[in-house]
């Protein structure tokens, strides 16, 4: 077996006497007690540290909190001599060394936070094989005189493995590539016979093989784990002007520690500056602190002095943090994979955490400012090939932040790993917008990616479907496919919401080479071969005109449908009968639509009959007309409120209470109800913030916005029961004068 051998071979080290007291010997599983606490291996762990044991190279991929530090730790607890392990930031390799100190492991570091005695006395235990972990960065690892020390050190202790961690650095087609990791491949040279191990969270398929290439890999062992990461729940957020306040609300509601990222140094100050003055415990890190404050700052926020690390993308990679509950992204990332890892931060514990993302457009305007400074150094020329990238990775986060698929099918698609949706732990899964069969459209666009033989992006199909006479079309012959013009009855925007639907379902594909040219796949062909369908979520929000029409119109509908409850209420007490015995639900959503002004326009609508079109007709055609004319009416004076309500009020405004109101004027609690939802509407200052916090109020919102203000019962049924009638009828009438005013 080959951990016996491994154990076996410690007789010679001088720690030898430390382990013969230690349980490694019984088993894998004694030494990951003993050491590290846990009883048993997470999935692919064991398989891992085996191979490392066996002295084979690996490249090993694990998501963030999936126990990437302990495939190399505990082999080099179990190997004879040093393992190195190379990793890219000091508060990094600080913070695992400390770990592992904790455990009564030999560990640690040379970097330039130490003194010249603290390095001498650091290298002293090198040499005399009192140290088991060594942690550098890849600057000082190729300083001449450090590469003498470790020639030195692996002919008295020996070398047992160079660890590269965060290995995606070593390749430009990852989110945070570092040129001095190109060098690591010089240790092959210098120690061939030294095995090395390759660790990351994330790398695409194309990260991989870069991996493999520059660090010239001999047959690794590799280990690919899922990326998904289901404690974690996704959510995009639109931007607005009160944005602070609904962070701000965030964080005090909601318990444990978090992480706050902004795209600039000047947001984390003024961010910081603002919770603090708020009375949220919150810290800022960025590379213009020097660099004890950033330390400082980031060993308080492990130790749980202060809520909230405030940070650029500076902070994080790699941070020992296990129950950070939330991570909020300020600001647009710059790619997918550095949300992923940056999002990542949560919930390395395994228990629910929340990963929140606001966007904007206007994010996307800073990004491609920072990718057109993206130069040589030497000579000011522009890195197009690296900008060709950004700019393809900015594309695809934008597509993500705009995404009405499941986010975790969007995410793990960007790695290769297939994902079937309905997560049930993202936004667009737990409030999923509605459907549209855009099958035909689909087989146009396909149609016309494969006319243009596969050699074309996304904006170029979109002109030939549109019938462009741009000059690339037409030098291109495009204005001769059959497919040319096929799409003018629909906008840019919704053939770029169909390709981008088409690409997040696998339905097509896309090179990521710089150059994104779409590509049909297999399933393609089925779409054109009409064996499968192709739906196509909503989106919410559209900038088209037509749709913002359409949008006030459907407001306005919402806003006389509720007069028409109102008045189907009146009449109803009336005659002592139940509201739905005049008229049903549905057939006042059609007069609130169809908005009838005769008694022949009012019959014809479906559920009114000819005993009550006599008995109701003229009162429901009176009401809807006096809709009309407050709504055509270009300058409308300030409605005089009624006596009964403008007695609720009165009351309100000298801060009555509720049941407060009720008591003093004899009447029931759910009529001074009505009247605030009636006085909201109208446009009087009624604060509901005392009634519903606003948590409840947005998500309330957001069901109105999924299923529409007209149906009371689907909004409760959407919302559930933690949701009273009540509340959804305050957040309504708030969003029905919101309307009306825009």
């Given at each position: 077996m080959m951990v016996d051998s491994a154990?076996?071979?410690?007789?010679?080290?001088?720690?030898?006497?430390?382990?013969?007291?230690?349980?490694?010997?019984?088993?894998?599983?004694?030494?990951?007690?003993?050491?590290?606490?846990?009883?048993?291996?997470?999935?692919?762990?064991?398989?891992?540290?085996?191979?490392?044991?066996?002295?084979?190279?690996?490249?090993?991929?694990?998501?963030?909190?999936?126990?990437?530090?302990?495939?190399?730790?505990?082999?080099?607890?179990?190997?004879?001599?040093?393992?190195?392990?190379?990793?890219?930031?000091?508060?990094?390799?600080?913070?695992?060394?400390?770990?592992?100190?904790?455990?009564?492991?030999?560990?640690?570091?040379?970097?330039?936070?130490?003194?010249?005695?603290?390095?001498?006395?650091?290298?002293?235990?090198?040499?005399?094989?009192e140290v088991k972990l060594l942690y550098v960065a890849p600057e000082r690892l190729f300083n001449p005189g450090f590469l003498g020390l470790l020639?030195?050190?692996?002919?008295?202790?020996?070398?047992?493995?160079?660890?590269?961690?965060?290995?995606?650095?070593?390749?430009?087609?990852?989110?945070?590539?570092?040129?001095?990791?190109?060098?690591?491949?010089?240790?092959?040279?210098?120690?061939?016979?030294?095995?090395?191990?390759?660790?990351?969270?994330?790398?695409?398929?194309?990260?991989?093989?870069?991996?493999?290439?520059?660090?010239?890999?001999?047959?690794?062992?590799?280990?690919?784990?899922?990326?998904?990461?289901?404690?974690?729940?996704?959510?995009?957020?639109?931007?607005?002007?009160?944005?602070?306040?609904?962070v701000l609300q965030y964080v005090q509601t909601n318990e444990g520690s978090g992480i706050i990222y902004c795209a600039s140094r000047r947001q984390v100050d003024e961010l910081t500056a603002k919770l603090q003055r708020d009375g949220v415990t919150a810290l800022p890190y960025h590379a213009g602190l020097k660099d004890r404050d950033r330390f400082n700052n980031q060993t308080r926020f492990l130790r749980d002095d202060v809520q909230v690390m405030v940070a650029t993308v500076a902070f994080g990679m790699g941070i020992n943090k296990p129950d950070v509950r939330f991570v909020i992204h300020h600001d647009l990332p710059r790619n997918i994979e550095s949300y992923y890892q940056e999002a990542g931060r949560a919930g390395r514990d395994g228990e629910a955490a929340a990963c929140i993302l606001y966007f904007a457009p206007k994010d996307i305007r800073t990004i491609d400012w920072m990718i057109e400074q993206k130069v040589n150094p030497a000579t000011g020329e522009p890195l197009e090939q690296e900008q060709r990238i950004a700019r393809q990775q900015l594309r695809q986060v934008i597509d993500y932040a705009e995404g009405t698929v499941c986010r975790r099918t969007i995410q793990l698609s960007y790695f290769g790993e297939p994902f079937p949706g309905n997560c049930g732990n993202c936004d667009n899964c737990r409030n999923p917008k509605p459907l549209e069969d855009w099958t035909i459209d689909a087989q146009k666009f396909l149609s016309c990616v494969a006319r243009c033989q596969e050699r074309f992006g996304m904006n170029h199909i979109i002109e030939v479907l549109r019938g462009s006479k741009g000059q690339r079309v037409l030098q291109k012959g495009h204005d001769k496919l059959s497919t040319y013009g096929i799409g003018k009855d629909k906008t840019a925007d919704s053939w770029k919401h169909l390709s981008r639907t088409l690409l997040q379902q696998g339905l097509m594909d896309e090179t990521t080479d710089g150059?994104?040219?779409?590509?049909?796949?297999?399933?393609?062909?089925?779409?054109?071969?009409?064996?499968?369908?192709?739906?196509?979520?909503?989106?919410?929000?559209?900038?088209?005109?037509?749709?913002?029409?359409?949008?006030?119109?459907?407001?306005?509908?919402?806003?006389?449908?509720?007069k028409l409850r109102t008045l189907r209420k009146q009449l109803a007490d009336e005659r002592a009968i139940a509201p739905y015995m005049v008229f049903a639900?549905?057939?006042?959503?059609?007069?609130?639509?169809?908005?009838?002004?005769?008694?022949?326009?009012?019959?014809?609508?479906?559920?009114?009959?000819?005993?009550?079109?006599?008995?109701?007709?003229?009162?429901?055609i009176a009401e809807i007309c006096a809709f009309r004319d407050e709504q055509n009416a270009s300058h409308r004076p300030k409605q005089t409120l009624s006596e009964t309500l403008a007695a609720t009020l009165a009351l309100y405004q000298q801060g009555l209470t509720l049941?407060?109101?009720?008591?003093?004027r004899g009447i029931k609690a759910t009529t001074v109800m009505t009247h605030l939802t009636e006085l909201i509407e109208l446009g009087e200052p009624i604060s509901?913030?005392?009634?519903?916090?606003?948590?409840?109020?947005?998500?309330?919102?957001?069901?109105?916005?999924?299923?529409?203000?007209?149906?009371?019962?689907?909004?409760?049924?959407?919302?559930?029961?933690?949701?009273?009638?009540?509340?959804?009828?305050?957040?309504?009438?708030?969003?029905?004068?919101?309307?009306?005013?825009?």
């Open positions: 154990a076996a071979s410690l007789a010679s080290s001088p720690l030898s006497a430390e382990f013969s007291h230690s349980p490694h010997s019984g088993s894998l599983e004694d030494t990951l007690k003993h050491y590290f606490g846990y009883d048993s291996f997470r999935l692919g762990q064991r398989e891992v540290i085996e191979a490392a044991l066996a002295g084979q190279d690996l490249l090993v991929i694990m998501p963030t909190g999936g126990g990437k530090s302990i495939c190399f730790q505990l082999p080099a607890l179990l190997k004879p001599g040093v393992m190195v392990v190379v990793s890219p930031l000091i508060a990094l390799m600080q913070d695992q060394v400390t770990a592992l100190q904790v455990n009564q492991v030999a560990a640690t570091y040379l970097n330039s936070s130490l003194s010249p005695s603290e390095t001498r006395d650091r290298e002293g235990q090198l040499l005399r094989g020639s030195q050190v692996k002919a008295r202790v020996g070398l047992s493995a160079f660890t590269i961690d965060e290995a995606h650095c070593v390749s430009e087609w990852g989110h945070d590539f570092r040129p001095e990791y190109r060098r690591l491949a010089e240790l092959r040279d210098r120690y061939p016979d030294v095995p090395m191990m390759a660790l990351t969270a994330t790398a695409t398929d194309r990260v991989r093989q870069d991996m493999l290439h520059q660090l010239r890999l001999r047959d690794p062992f590799v280990h690919l784990a899922s990326f998904n990461r289901p404690n974690l729940y996704y959510e995009v957020r639109p931007k607005h002007r009160n944005l602070y306040d609904e150059y994104p040219v779409l590509k049909l796949n297999a399933r393609s062909w089925e779409v054109l071969r009409k064996q499968q369908s192709v739906y196509v979520a909503v989106a919410a929000q559209s900038a088209d005109p037509d749709q913002r029409r359409e949008t006030r119109a459907s407001a306005n509908a919402d806003a006389l449908f509720q639900d549905s057939t006042l959503k059609a007069m609130a639509q169809q908005q009838p002004q005769t008694l022949t326009e009012f019959a014809a609508i479906s559920g009114v009959g000819s005993r009550k079109l006599i008995q109701y007709g003229d009162k429901f049941s407060e109101i009720a008591q003093q509901i913030d005392g009634w519903i916090d606003s948590e409840k109020q947005q998500t309330i919102r957001k069901a109105i916005a999924q299923v529409g203000a007209l149906s009371l019962s689907l909004l409760r049924e959407t919302l559930g029961e933690a949701y009273s009638y009540d509340e959804i009828k305050l957040v309504r009438a708030l969003w029905h004068h919101e309307q009306t005013e825009s």
